[in-house]
Each structure stands twice: as structure tokens, then as C-alpha cells.
């Protein structure tokens, strides 16, 4: 069965530079949510989108921006990096069955973002 | 926020024995999962389990959402049980919100 498909897997930038993140949902989710988790931390959530708009945002620093395109993938747009960005970010999507819920979580397999 | 905890934070096992790891949470949730982090990062889902049991191999859960908390029975556990577990829960709010995670069970099965 597909899965949720995140790119790149794994990213080196300096401190100040830009990183763009990608995820592809499993095919008829509607909605994909982004998680950031650092070192020996709990994932904590930062944004989702239902059917392509924002439907709910955490603790996503100013710095960072994301959007879903009407092909349902998303991108997660990082911006004048700092070391502690370093983290997993995973991208996980869920079908709402035609309303905005909580429903069955399915993660990717993250990509891994090292500032230096 | 709704908050989630998890006992006990690390579990040390032998190959072969049986474990139960708890989830307890603050408030009434409509999504309650439980996953596996790998030493290699990936979340694994276990269960989708707002309540009730089930069974998938020598994994089990059992979620009581009138007294919230939910259990995981890992019977004997390989070492490729090892990494750390996950609880996860979500509430409906009108929007299509989040799942709020536990800080994890560390488990380590040794031969």
C-alpha cells in the first residue's frame, strides 16, 4: 500500500541558509500535518491543512511557512536557519471521511534536517 | 492542552518476557494511537484505538476512555521490540486538529 512520501531524507544547511521540505499523502487523504521532533524529544505538532487550507497551527516558529498545493502534497518552507531547527520533521496525513477530525494518523518516514 | 503521560519512561527487558505500558490522558479524546519509533527514526503505527481492545500478534491494547488511559501488551518481546513507544491522542474540535503526543516509553529488550 502507498505511504506518505517525504523528501528530501536527509539535509545539511548552514545557520541563515533556507530549507524546503516535501510530502506526498497517501492518495485520498485530505489532510497532512507537520511534526517536528529534536533529540530524545516527544514529536510536537506544528501545522495542518484540511482539503488545502490551514486548519490548525502549533508551535511553528515565524521563520517557518508551509502550504498544500492542489495536488494535496506540502511543503514546509524553513527560513534564516538556527542550530536548534536541527530535528526529524515528519510529515503525516489521515483521511477525515468529508469533515475536518481527528482521524487515523499515518506518518512518513522523515527527513532529517542538520543545521551546521 | 490536553496532556498525555506516559509510565514507565524506560523498560529494560529480556527477550522472551512481557511488558504493559501505560497512557494515561487529561481529557476526553476521539483519537487515541499508539506507535513504535525505531532506533532508525520511523513512527511505526501499532493501534488506532479510541477505545476498546485489540490484538495484532504478540501486541495488544486496551483503551478505557471513561477513565482515560490506555494500556500496551508486549508479549514476548524480541529486540526488535526495542525503541520507544508512543502514545498519541486527539480531540475534535470543528477543525482538523492534532494529535498531542506522550514523552514516550524507552524499551530495550537485551538477549
Known amino acids: 500500500a502507498a505511504g506518505v512520501i517525504q523528501s528530501p531524507r536527509h539535509l545539511i544547511k548552514e545557520k541563515r541558509e533556507t530549507a524546503t521540505l516535501k510530502c506526498y499523502p497517501i492518495p485520498r487523504h485530505d489532510t497532512v500535518y507537520w511534526y517536528q521532533q529534536g533529540p530524545g524529544q516527544d514529536p510536537q505538532f506544528l501545522i495542518s491543512f484540511y482539503e488545502k487550507m490551514q486548519s490548525d497551527k502549533g508551535s511553528i516558529p515565524d521563520r517557518f511557512s508551509a502550504q498544500q498545493f492542489s495536488d494535496y502534497h506540502s511543503e514546509l518552507n524553513m527560513s534564516s536557519l538556527e542550530l536548534g531547527d536541527s530535528a526529524l520533521y515528519f510529515c503525516a496525513s489521515s483521511r477525515s471521511g468529508g469533515a475536518p477530525r481527528v482521524g487515523e494518523l499515518f506518518f512518513g518516514e522523515g527527513s532529517r534536517l542538520t543545521v551546521l | 492542552g490536553i496532556q498525555v503521560e506516559q509510565s514507565p519512561p524506560d523498560l529494560i527487558l529480556q527477550e522472551g518476557a512481557n511488558s504493559t505500558l501505560r497512557c494515561n490522558f487529561s481529557?476526553?479524546?476521539?483519537?487515541l494511537q499508539w506507535f513504535h519509533q525505531n532506533p532508525w527514526g520511523q513512527l511505526i503505527n501499532l493501534f488506532y484505538?479510541?477505545?476498546g481492545t485489540k490484538q495484532n500478534g504478540r501486541l495488544s491494547a486496551t483503551t478505557v476512555a471513561t477513565e482515560r488511559y490506555s494500556l500496551l501488551y508486549i508479549s514476548s518481546s524480541q529486540t526488535t521490540d526495542s525503541g520507544v513507544y508512543f502514545c498519541?491522542?486527539?480531540?475534535?474540535?470543528?477543525?482538523?486538529?492534532?494529535?498531542?503526543f506522550g514523552t514516550g516509553t524507552r524499551l530495550q529488550v537485551t538477549l
Open positions: 498519541a491522542v486527539g480531540v475534535n474540535t470543528g477543525t482538523a486538529s492534532k494529535l498531542t
Open positions: 484505538i479510541p477505545s
Open positions: 481529557d476526553s479524546v476521539n483519537n
